[in-house]
């Protein structure tokens, strides 16, 4: 079993970059798949970005493609979130998410694949 803590987030103008960490406990930290997921207020949640349990593979949802980065480090148990050049959309509560069972190189999408979660961090963009 994994917890996942998110940190990071916070009120940013428009343009604007945050950095987001996910720290996890645990000692088995490299065989989770990892990704971070948004919900923004009155919508579903989604995927935002992915990444292989070695780091070598990673997924963007188009939006973000370009402005965001996701990595992981191993040694130290932790997920960041580069976000650069951030616009009003992207204004939401950001999860870290850990799936267990997947192959080195895969990178999972699928929300429902996700078996434990942070609390989430809130990400706000004024325009």
């Known amino acids: 079993q994994v917890q996942l803590v998110e940190s990071g987030g916070g009120l940013v103008q428009a343009g604007g970059s945050l950095q987001l960490s996910c720290a996890a406990s645990g000692r088995t930290f490299s065989t989770y798949a990892l990704a971070w997921f948004r919900q923004a207020q009155g919508k579903e949640r989604e995927i935002v970005a992915a990444i292989s349990r070695h780091g070598g593979s990673t997924y963007y949802t188009d939006s973000v493609k370009g402005r965001f980065t996701i990595s992981r480090d191993n040694a130290k148990n932790t997920l960041t979130l580069q976000m650069n050049v951030l616009k009003s959309e992207d204004t939401a509560v950001y999860y870290c998410?850990?799936?267990?069972?997947?192959?080195?190189?895969?990178?999972?999408?699928?929300?429902?694949?996700?078996?434990?979660w942070g609390q989430g961090t809130q990400v706000t963009v004024s325009s």
């Open positions: 998410a850990a799936a267990t069972g997947m192959s080195t190189w895969w990178v999972e999408r699928a929300e429902n694949e996700y078996d434990y």
